[in-house]
Every structure is written in structure tokens, then in C-alpha cells.
């Protein structure tokens, strides 16, 4: 009975089903597997086909087809890339909204230290800025002293 609780379930079905269950799932498995490939065969053959019938007329017209193809790629990726930035504003503007009215959306916490963690940068460098600032109008002083006297 323990060996029996060991098995996976899957097993446990295998081992239960039916001879007769199991000859008519893999004859629908190799019935189906055989016609997609059959039609995958047929559509390679369209395909090579046509590609060998449409070559000349490509060569033909290639100086109209390559600059068209261009320009249709170009202004393709231009308005996917236009409903990219569509859906990106979308998608952020509500999460914006949440977070200027302090309901606090997931990923503010984040948010927050990150702009935190850049004011504490900008106030510590501006500090030695100003330091470094001081250190060269005092060097300059000095310069300036030696040179007078």
C-alpha cells in the first residue's frame, strides 16, 4: 500500500489504463502527427514552388521591390513603435496618478528609495564641489601672493 502512494499520478494512470485505451491514443498520435506532416511537406513544396516561379520577377523589378520593401519596413516599425510608446503611456499614467495621490502603487517603495539614494548623491556632490571650489580659490590666492611679492 506505501509503494502504491510513492508512484506519481501520472504512473499510477499509465498503469491502470487499458491496453485497448492505449493502441487508440497512439493511433491518434501517429494519425495526427503523420497528416501535419504530410501537409507541412505540402506547404515547403508550395512554397519552394512558387519562390522558383516568382525569382525572375523579382530580379526584374528588384530596383522598385528592395527601395518599396524599405520604406514599408521603415514606416512599419515607425507605428509599432508609435503604439509601443502608446501603451507604455497608457499602461503608466494611471500608475502615476496612484502615486501623486499617495495610494501608493506597487513598485513606490522602489521609486522612493531610488530618489532618495539620487538626492543624497547630488547634495554629497555638491559638497565637495563647493569644497574643491574653496580649495582651488585658495590655491590661486597663494599663486597669486607668491607672484605680487
Known amino acids: 500500500m ?4 510513492n508512484k506519481p499520478m501520472t ?13 487508440a491514443k497512439f493511433l491518434t498520435a501517429t494519425t495526427l502527427g503523420a497528416t ?14 512558387a519562390l522558383i516561379m ?3 520577377l523579382m530580379v526584374l523589378f528588384s530596383p522598385i521591390l528592395v527601395p518599396a520593401g524599405i520604406v514599408t519596413f521603415l514606416v512599419i516599425t ?8 502608446g501603451v507604455a503611456a497608457i499602461t503608466a499614467l494611471p500608475w502615476i496618478y496612484n502615486y501623486v495621490q499617495g ?9 522612493d528609495y531610488a530618489g532618495n539614494k539620487l538626492a543624497s548623491t547630488a547634495r554629497d556632490m555638491m559638497e565637495k564641489a ?10 590661486a590666492q597663494e599663486v597669486a601672493q607668491s607672484q605680487g611679492s
Open 36 to 49: 501535419l506532416l504530410f501537409l507541412s511537406g505540402l506547404t515547403m513544396t508550395g512554397t519552394v514552388i
Open 11 to 23: 504512473q499510477k494512470l499509465y498503469e491502470s489504463a487499458s491496453s485497448s485505451h492505449q493502441a
Open 78 to 85: 515607425g507605428f509599432l513603435f508609435s503604439g509601443g510608446c
Open 103 to 111: 495610494k501608493h502603487p506597487p513598485g513606490a517603495d522602489q521609486l
Open 130 to 139: 563647493k569644497e574643491y571650489g574653496q580649495y582651488v580659490q585658495h590655491k
Open 54 to 56: 516568382a525569382t525572375p
Open 2 to 5: 506505501s509503494n502504491d502512494q
